[in-house]
């Protein structure tokens, strides 16, 4: 099967004096050298990926090696081949499988290729292959091919190589457009383009384009057109320019960039974090474990925990402050990896008396499969600290010096792209998102307003079309006779009718002496009930005075100046509380006059109920009367008659705060896709 990638020849090294790096038996430390080696040359020319073909023999069964989603990165887009083969498609198909890995594809797996039969050579991305050789790869690896993608992975593959690097030069036919040519659509007999002419690379009449993502049906899209899409957190969109058939340079945000709710970095258009690694390796409801899952497992430097592997093929055990770059540790609830020839290492430890699960995992593998990096190693970018990533298993320093002077100049209505350029959000424009505008960079193309008119065609279609069409079909179903709507809307209505009177009655329940929402009036013993009444309604059952709103955290003090001194009985074991101060007092009602009453706190019940008037009690009360715990009784003086005027008197409930308390509360061939 196709992968639709194209690979551009750019650059072709042939070492005859001595190898530019150290190259092994041991497939792992030639890989390391080389991928070394490979960072020098990228600084003098770039390219995209560089493959290593080598005449020395690997040890064991093992004829290449490179690192899982290593495409594109500075530090891993590359691996190394050995050619085991008088047929040259031997080598051209371990270093396509070397290649796959660094685009994420992983070994199929047995019921994986169905494009092939072994007869035919089987699939590309085997664990084992021989002659004849593989020549087509698998549906699974098309679908890693896509996740790797979707995820933002191989920024670097959708710009267009340069035709002047072609190491195979010039030619009509070799399916790249190069000067003098206006399409090129392959050799005769493979071109399906019906906008070219094969036979001499030119356009047929009255087409204006042949290729591209800006050309559709010969003719070049218009300006603002949106040609790609972001992929990931980290990648930027791309619009037509409206004169080139070609949309422009892909570009994404610049490394640096914060990017997962400031959980990570972007590195190379991807957003790596431990979270999401442990998705990968777990499936859902996977997540990292705690830190000291990292230092505890990743310091003992064995197949549980490490920070990979030195020159030797020896683990290396990790720093506390690399821990978090060496083996990835999550807890999840699966019952093993997601991966095949993977098993999980787990690690339990105590902390603060309960009991951690780290889960780790181990991928074995037979000697002929043992050709990609170990994918239990948290990935190279991924943010192990304030300003740090992971680099080679370190935790360093990340210079972000460029990524800080870009966005300042951004007036803080865009980001940074990869060519230190702002990318303004929508309603700001370029290059410094200072004015208004449609948004985007100098990089990505105009943004037109024709970008936005699929959200506002779509209000527009919600707002005058479906909305009124929902609601014309409710009023046409509620008046539909014998309506379920109906009847159900009718019983709603009176359950609500029927819980507003329940509420209204409930509320003419309560005394209107207490303003506190929901506070009942305290529970009168049958010794003190008509006294109390009494005082409550003054001398011969005059209408009551209402009583001053009760704060249960403090209570508030009554005027001093009316009311004839009285004592306080008070327990010995209490400090003595200050003098009670009565209520002014209220001139009596005259004939045909009505008592002005104090307004209260909060209305009163439109019907209030009426408590039957008491005449005083014949008997005078006792002197002494008998005294609950934690109640105040105010005694009359011996030889002072009562006022003739009707006192408010503040009623202390045990249930209320004690005076003075406080209320408590709760080879290198050097590549690039086309």
Not at 75 to 87: A, P, Q
Not at 312 to 318: A, D, E, H, I, T
Not at 497 to 505: E, I, K, V
């Amino acid at each position: 099967m196709s992968m639709n990638i194209k690979i551009a020849l750019i650059g072709l090294e042939v070492w005859t004096e001595r190898d530019q790096c150290d190259v092994r038996e041991d497939a792992n430390s030639s890989l390391k050298t080389f991928l070394a080696w490979k960072q020098k040359l990228r600084l003098k020319k770039k390219h995209d990926n560089a493959q290593l073909v080598t005449g020395v023999t690997f040890k064991g069964t093992t004829i290449g090696m490179a690192p899982l989603e290593g495409m594109c990165t500075a530090d891993n887009s590359g691996g190394v081949s050995m050619d085991h083969s008088e047929l040259a498609i031997g080598a051209a198909a371990t270093m396509a499988h070397e290649i796959g890995h660094n685009f994420g594809m992983s070994h199929d797996k047995d019921y994986c290729c169905v494009e092939a039969t072994p007869e035919q050579g089987g699939c590309i991305m085997a664990a084992a292959t021989g002659h004849p050789f593989p020549r087509k790869f698998s549906s699974c690896s098309q679908q890693q091919l896509r996740s790797f993608f979707q995820k933002g992975g191989g920024m670097c593959l959708f710009n267009m190589p340069n035709t002047d690097d072609l190491v195979m030069g010039k030619k009509c036919g070799n399916g790249f457009l190069e000067e003098g040519e206006q399409c090129d659509c392959g050799e005769p007999e493979e071109c399906t383009n019906p906008c070219c002419n094969a036979k001499n690379c030119t356009l047929k009449e009255g087409a204006q384009c042949a290729h591209g993502d800006c050309c559709q049906d010969c003719k070049l899209k218009s300006a603002g057109t949106l040609c790609r899409e972001k992929s990931g957190a980290c990648d930027l969109p791309e619009f037509c320019r409206g004169n080139n058939p070609f949309c422009p340079a892909n570009v994404y945000m610049l490394d640096g960039s914060p990017c997962a709710y400031g959980e990570a970095y972007c590195m190379n258009g991807m957003c790596l974090t431990h979270g999401q690694q442990c998705l990968h390796l777990w499936g859902s409801g996977a997540r990292p474990a705690p830190d000291i899952c990292f230092i505890d497992v990743n310091k003992a430097g064995d197949r549980y925990g490490n920070c990979g592997k030195d020159s030797q093929g020896q683990f290396v055990k990790c720093k506390a402050k690399d821990a978090k770059c060496g083996k990835i540790q999550c807890q999840s609830s699966a019952q093993k990896p997601k991966h095949d020839n993977t098993v999980s290492m787990d690690t339990t430890i105590q902390i603060n008396g309960h009991e951690v699960k780290c889960r780790g995992t181990h991928s074995y593998s037979l000697q002929d499969e043992g050709d990609s990096s170990d994918p239990g190693l948290v990935m190279t970018g991924t943010k192990c600290g304030d300003g740090m990533v992971c680099k080679d298993r370190q935790c360093q320093n990340a210079s972000f010096f460029e990524w800080d002077e870009c966005i300042a100049r951004c007036n803080g209505h865009g980001v940074c792209n990869s060519n230190r350029n702002c990318h303004c959000h929508a309603g700001w424009g370029p290059p410094y998102c200072e004015t208004s505008g449609h948004g985007g960079s100098i990089d990505s193309g105009p943004v037109s307003d024709d970008f936005q008119e699929g959200l506002i065609v779509f209000l527009l279609l919600l707002f005058l079309v479906i909305l009124p069409l929902v609601g014309f079909g409710i009023y046409y179903w509620y008046r539909k006779p014998d309506s379920q709507l109906k009847k159900w809307l009718q019983k709603s209505r009176a359950k609500c009718r029927l819980g507003s009177f329940r509420h209204h009655q409930s509320g003419r329940e309560f005394s209107n002496i207490f303003t506190q929402h929901r506070c009942p009036p305290p529970a009168a013993s049958p010794a003190t009930q008509k006294s109390s009444r009494s005082t409550l309604y003054g001398k011969n059952g005059a209408t009551p005075v209402i009583s001053q709103p009760v704060n249960i955290v403090r209570p508030l003090p009554m005027p001093s100046s009316q009311v004839p001194k009285t004592i306080i009985q008070l327990k010995p074991s209490r400090p003595p509380p200050p003098p009670i101060k009565s209520s002014p007092v209220i001139p009596a009602k005259q004939e045909g006059q009505h008592a002005k009453l104090l307004p209260p706190k909060k209305p009163l019940p439109s019907c209030p109920a009426r408590t039957p008037q008491l005449n005083p009690p014949r008997k005078p009360l006792p002197g002494n009367p008998v005294q609950k715990e934690g109640l105040l009784v105010k005694t009359p003086g011996t030889n002072i008659k009562p006022p003739l005027t009707n006192s408010a008197v503040q009623i202390k409930s045990s249930q209320w705060p004690k005076p003075g308390s406080r209320v408590q509360a709760t080879a290198a061939a050097f590549l690039q896709k086309q």
